[in-house]
Nanobody, 129 residues
Framework: QVQLVESGGGLVQAGGSLRLSCAAS????????VGWFRQAPGKERDVVAV????????KYTDSVKGRFTISRDNAKNTVYLQMNSLKPEDTAVYYC??????????????????????WGQGTQVTVSS
């Protein structure tokens, strides 16, 4: 069982920055791929960025490439999402999630939300124009 707690959301003007944190419980956190997802009102939950268990590989949805950076500190059981040049369309509830599947490849990362079993409660990000 993994428990996740997100923090760092808030209200920011367009062009501003926020850093989200996802703190995880459990001693096996470093074995898991982790993802950040977001859900805007009336829309489905979509992937934002994912990171492999070692942190050596990352993937991003096209709309955030060059603006967002996902990273992790396994010693602190924490994953981060640095968000720069924020736009009003980034407004959503942001969730972190863990994929506990024991993939053979260290570099494989699933992008779809259905691959992720454990979810945090979410943190609201609102970008004003």
């Amino acid at each position: 069982q993994v428990q996740l707690v997100e923090s760092g959301g808030g209200l920011v003007q367009a062009g501003g920055s926020l850093r989200l944190s996802c703190a995880a419980s459990g001693r096996t956190f470093s074995r898991y791929n982790v993802g950040w997802f977001r859900q805007a009102p009336g829309k489905e939950r979509d992937v934002v960025a994912v990171i492999s268990r070692s942190g050596g590989r990352t993937k991003y949805t096209d709309s955030v490439k060059g603006r967002f950076t996902i990273s992790r500190d396994n010693a602190k059981n924490t994953v981060y999402l640095q968000m720069n040049s924020l736009k009003p369309e980034d407004t959503a509830v942001y969730y972190c999630a863990v994929d506990s599947t024991a993939y053979i490849s260290n570099d494989y990362i699933a992008m779809g939300p259905s691959a992720y079993e454990y979810w945090g409660q979410g943190t609201q990000v609102t970008v004003s124009s």
